[in-house]
């Protein structure tokens, strides 16, 4: 596999009557020292390094790197990794074959033939961020919601259909499957994943990268993968190595047993918020302890899946039993679990109960000590018990200097309702995290079966929804006879897919939406799912719970969030008696009695056909050619402007001069804020684009619908409704001061403004910027809107590195300094001093100049953290140099 073997590690393993080759890390030991006690995420690293050893991307002293980790448990040393595959679902992956698409038109203008652009790592990119919550509470809303989303996107479709054709290397899971991480989970992972060269098989750890942040989900079944930006994936795709420094590894020591009435759910939300304080971003989590043996993989999996959440970059799982039991219930092949099996006990991945590796920093939870728990009202690691959410929803509103005792009365199907501060008014089971867990799916069919038999349902303000991750959960809910209960009390299917999670929520019901909108209410949404920051899940829902299916189902029953469902009566039955949360809840038996209907016929039933797709899908006609025939009206996708001067020389770099600031935001500024995410307003800068086109607001469809076309993008960046640019005062939403003019405008606006006056510009922003998804367009936004540079406090991993991946330099304010200490108001004029000798993390000089004439001269961080992304940040983006490379090869 490698063109060097500096520590003859070359080995054969046999198991049956097959035979692989493999790089063994224990003749790797032999020169590197005893890596027994390595953290198993840290050997996969080292077995992709000794596999990569060419001595241009990887050479002994990245490989001795790994040695002395496990000597002092921490490294500062950049290595390239190359994972064995990549994951995309449409949001993230559309743009990226856009990308693909024009990178193909940029080689044919320079000379080059199409067909050398092409994926270099086998890509599986799954349509599942498309179906919209339309109709719901109904036995008809699946179909509805099918038929309405293959009108909406039948060009990003016919799009994908086409690069389904025209690329090498890469497949597509068509619509109404599943969620891309729970096809990942139970379908396209291997563990041990083989190639053939040579005439040889290769055995190796199956990893993989992804452009969803939940990517880590199958961490839970010992694959090492994480969530990269699209630009990043893109580059992974066109075989570019992906430069990291060896992280820093923390072991969560996992022991006991969750007590009766703790969920999956009420655990991730504990270890969200402990590792949150105990800060994780940019490390690797390891769970490791007796406490694993408790764990089904379904849990570990929606442990592993929340790792953006609590800000690691990985929450591993090592290879056990219960792994090879999970395989084999979801119908892995024999011969596939046997080779797993072998290769994790002979390369040292295999978990054993007393193992203790070395890590950089430990912490350790008795799941016996978990309580029920939510999260919210905007944030993942705000971890509420349950006996504490009316309070902390009261003081979010008293915060807000709200009115908590707000009424007012709607009619609904001809009675009158009364709605309040606080009422539930959507109620969504969604999710990867959630609808993969078989335990906590059961459990919510028990709710709804006790919550029916004794009369109750949804209350009638609450628009509900269930959205499963695969087909498979419908299989055992119908054979655990459950589905008839969830349709009685509200909880019909809706679709297979990323729903409420990225805003495709739909419609409110039509009178409670209006009477938000009159009143002002802070109203609020509970779903099983794991993002909740404001915003995201519906524009006129202030308050977002994450919350077990279970207690999605209760919450849709009870109506409100200002109870204490512990102990408060949630409902009345027929006869007019108080019902409690402990009259409906199932106990840990009964949810085990289900769970054990599940079995492997029904995950290979759901999966036959994987890549077929239903009648709507194979009645798609594309054309089979080499480069794709761009419709110039279409709203949907268009060819992107990137790579215009890619037949002309790089230029060289140099200062950013005069710049002014397009906006000036403080901490915590997500990617959701940023990029273009959830609903179209008619009013916007994309929403009069669109009605421009002909476009009418009632098929806006969604931001993330239209992420093929950079002219939406574009107007969407920056645009979200509940941003904050503290250049203007009591201003929410995307809007900045036009500095010349001191016109008040949308950002969009004001950045074309700048453009036509030549002006470049930057961002100033506080800490934590960029955190969230991983969104390609947090990126690509900026940089098509003019913006050079970014100066904020701290950085989300991702983001930083899409910010270089796109062309705009990332810098960081000095310890202890932000704008406001160094009196920035945003309307200063920057001046950054650069030249072509850039370097990773160097001192950087910034002078800005105010209106009277007075300057602030600071120095900040570069954070190009890498020489590779030197060279991307040279090129104009990692694109731009992925693609001068290849032209240079093939032309």
């Known amino acids: 596999m490698s063109n060097v073997n500096s520590l003859n590690t070359l080995s054969t393993l046999k198991v049956g009557d097959k035979e692989y080759h493999y790089h063994s890390i224990k003749k790797a030991e032999e020169k590197l020292g005893d890596l027994s006690r390595l953290p198993k995420s840290m050997k996969v690293l080292l077995e992709n390094l000794l596999r990569f050893e060419d001595n241009v991307t990887v050479n002994a002293d990245d490989i001795a790197a790994i040695g002395e980790w496990a000597k002092n448990r921490s490294s500062k040393r950049e290595i390239q990794y190359r994972p064995a595959r990549v994951l995309m679902q449409d949001f993230t992956g559309v743009p990226a074959v856009v990308d693909l698409a024009a990178m193909r038109d940029a080689m044919v203008k320079a000379g080059g033939d199409a067909k050398h652009i092409n994926p270099l790592a086998p890509v599986d990119l799954v349509i599942d961020h498309s179906v919209m919550i339309d109709k719901f509470g109904t036995n008809a809303a699946f179909e509805e919601n099918v038929k309405l989303e293959m009108e909406r996107n039948g060009e990003r479709y016919e799009f994908l259909k086409w690069g389904q054709n025209a690329f090498d290397n890469f497949r597509v899971v068509p619509p109404g499957t599943g969620i891309c991480h729970q096809v990942n989970l139970e379908y396209l992972s291997q563990v041990a994943w083989t190639n053939e060269k040579d005439g040889k098989t290769w055995i190796m750890p199956d990893t993989c990268v992804g452009t969803d942040s939940h990517t880590p989900m199958v961490n839970g079944l010992s694959v090492l993968a994480w ?39 009420d655990l991730v939300l504990t270890i969200v918020e402990m590792l949150r304080k105990k800060g994780v971003v940019g490390k690797f989590v390891e769970y490791y302890g007796d406490g694993l043996k408790e764990l089904p993989l379904a849990d570990r999996a929606t442990i592993s899946n929340m790792a953006p959440e609590y800000g690691a970059t990985v929450g591993f799982f090592p290879v056990d039993q219960i792994t090879l039991d999970y395989m084999r219930l979801t119908g892995r092949d024999e011969e596939v679990i046997a080779r797993t099996e072998s290769y994790a006990k002979e390369q040292g991945f295999w978990g054993n109960d007393n193992d203790e590796p070395l890590f950089t920093d430990t912490l350790e939870l008795d799941l ?3 309580e029920p728990s939510m999260a919210g009202p905007k944030r993942p690691q705000d971890r509420v018990t349950l006996p504490n959410l009316k309070s902390a929803f009261d003081k979010f509103v008293e915060d807000s200097k709200e009115d908590l005792e707000l009424s007012a009365d709607i009619t609904l199907d001809g009675k009158t309702e009364t709605l309040h501060q606080g009422d539930v008014v959507f109620a969504a089971i969604t999710s990867c995290t ?30 509900t929804s269930l959205a499963p991750g695969s087909k498979v959960v419908s299989e055992y809910l119908d054979k655990a006879g459950l589905t008839k209960y969830l349709d009685e009390v509200g909880f019909n299917l809706t679709g297979y897919g990323c729903t409420a999670c990225i805003g495709n929520s739909g419609p409110l019901i039509k009178e409670v939406g209006e009477a938000i909108d009159q009143n002002d209410f802070t109203m609020a949404a509970v779903i099983s799912g794991n993002r909740n920051f404001e915003g995201r899940i519906h524009p006129q829902i202030k308050t977002n719970w994450i919350a077990s299916p279970p207690l999605v189902v209760a919450f849709a029953i009870a109506g409100t969030t200002r109870i204490d469902i512990s102990k408060d009566p949630i409902a009345q039955d027929k006869d007019g008696k108080d019902i409690y949360l402990k009259d409906i809840w199932p106990s840990n038996h009964e949810i085990a009695e289900a769970v054990a209907k599940v079995d492997g016929t029904m995950f290979r039933k759901g999966y036959e056909g994987v890549f077929d797709g239903d009648a709507h899908w194979q009645a798609l006609d594309v054309d089979k050619t080499e480069t794709f025939q761009w419709n110039e009206k279409s709203t949907y996708v268009q060819h992107p402007p990137y790579f215009e001067k890619i037949d002309q020389p790089v230029e060289a770099v140099k200062s950013i001069e005069n710049a002014n600031v397009l906006a000036y935001f403080g901490d915590s500024i997500t990617t959701d804020h940023i990029s273009p995410a959830g609903v179209i307003m008619a009013g916007s800068p994309a929403g009069l684009y669109l009605q421009d086109k002909g476009v009418a607001p009632k098929d806006f469809n969604s931001y993330g619908s239209r992420r093929g076309n950079h002219e939406v993008m574009i107007r969407g960046t920056f645009a979200n409704i509940r941003i904050r640019n503290k250049m203007l005062t009591d201003v929410e939403g995307g809007y900045t001061k036009h500095i010349p ?15 036509e006056e030549n002006t470049p510009l930057i961002v100033l922003a506080g800490k934590e910027y960029g955190s969230g998804s991983s969104r390609d367009w947090a990126a690509k936004g900026p940089n098509l809107l003019g913006v050079k540079a970014v100066i904020a406090e701290s950085y989300e991993r991702i983001h930083r590195s899409n910010l270089i991946g796109m062309g705009i330099l990332a810098l960081q304010y000095k310890d202890g300094q932000n704008a406001e200490s160094l009196g920035l108001t945003g309307e200063e004029s920057f001046t950054i001093a650069l030249d072509d000798n850039i370097k990773p993390g160097q001192d950087i000089e910034v002078v800005a100049r105010k209106a009277d004439g007075s300057e602030v001269k600071f120095t900040v961080l570069c954070r190009i953290d890498t020489l590779n992304e030197v060279d991307y940040y040279k090129s104009g983006g990692i694109l731009h140099y992925v693609l001068r490379e290849m032209i240079k090869e093939h032309k």
């Open 227 to 265: 969530g990269v930006g699209g630009i990043e994936a893109e580059a992974a795709i066109l075989g570019q190595p992906i430069s990291m420094v060896i992280p820093e590894v923390i072991g969560f020591k996992l022991t006991g047993k969750l007590k009766e009435g703790v969920t999956a759910t």
């Open 368 to 370: 016996g000590s978990v």
């Open 434 to 463: 959630n609808t993969s867990n078989p335990s906590v799916m059961m459990a919510a069919g028990l709710v709804a079966e006790k919550a029916a038999k004794l009369g109750l349902t949804r209350k009638p303000w609450v628009k």
């Open 741 to 755: 003019s001191g016109e008040t405008m949308p950002i969009y606006d004001a950045a074309v403004r700048y453009a």
